[in-house]
């Protein structure tokens, strides 16, 4: 089938940032590594950072600090700052810039005497929680209609927004609490890359049949891109990974769009469009599927340059006027094709591994077109060497 991946797809500055932030402080770790809170919204990328031994702590250490605590993208409140920086434990803030400016904005409007700060977002959100920790008691949570009519607000106050928020919604809320309460200070503080990914997924909606959405199911933003989707009326398919695309149910579309929320890496999305790729769209002939197939796995596999040495020495043995040996085919075409796809293997960021392994499985299994479930691959987090944040 067709797959067109969305613009703006994939990890965001700020989450790369906190996973980068990670990956180096393991790399020169000199002591345990803890996250206060889950990095990031995304069970993969966790797996891999509790793999390289960065645990999470749901609470302030209390004795037995580790050497160092990560703040997440999402940041915290100001005492539970203080709380781990008392406890003895070093403090790496990964805070995303953007979560910080909002943080600041609260801080500022409140101490030149703003008498409340309304946030609109998920209730319980770790940023929405951190937000609320700048605000003190001043700060409260709107996320529906329910909770404006809940509202008593004195002008002056501010309202800004959770990072991840969609636009329609909050324009909706901050104006139905301006009407209620007067004297309100507004401030836009949806990131910009929430922006562009959400406009570039209803863009894409007008384009294709159905949409699979990846990330994870924790992920506020995630489920919002899926949200969008549904109200535009045309299937989404929600997914943490290519293990939960459904082929059965894929097979009856020509065109499938995917986007992805901003905790979702690179290479969960690369596996979810392999996947996709491989399912005949409907009225695809299963030959064509089968023989595209069957192309792309050779260029993937470096079959040809492997084919290519096997018969350069049958002519070698036919100019040396000695009978082609099919012995010697072979030998020069296992050489080359295992160094090509070992090196591969052995040099490539992992992440980034994943083509050879899966056009081979397929072509020698035959499942590309029956009706198979779509073959899993190992997870990344069991395979050797470097990991790399690198998003889309
Ligand atoms: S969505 Fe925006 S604010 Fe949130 S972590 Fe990413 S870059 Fe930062």
Redesign the pocket.
Known sequence: MKVVLARNAGF????R??VETTLDMVRGADGPIATYGPLIHNPQVLDILGERGVTVLDRVPEGNAPATVIIR??GIPPGEKEAIVASGAGVKDAT????QK?QAIIRRHLGDGATAAVIIGDRNHA?VDGLMGHAGDCGVVVSNEEDVAGLDLAAPYIIVSQ??QDQPTFDRLSTMILERFPGGRVFSTI????HKRQSAVLDLCDQVEAMVVVGGRTSA?TKRLGEIVAGRDIPVFVVESERELDPGELRSFRRVGVTAG?STPSWIIERVIRCLELIPGAGENIFIATVKLGIAGTVSLSLYAAMGAGLMTLALDHIRGIPPLAAHFFIAFAYIFSIYNLNRLMSRPRPQYIDPLRYFSLIVAGRCCGPFPLPVLPSPCSWPGKITARGR
């Open positions: 965001c500055m700020g989450v940032r906190a993208a999402h995303c810039p953007r979560v909002v940023e990072t991840t990131c910009d890359s929430t933003n901003a």
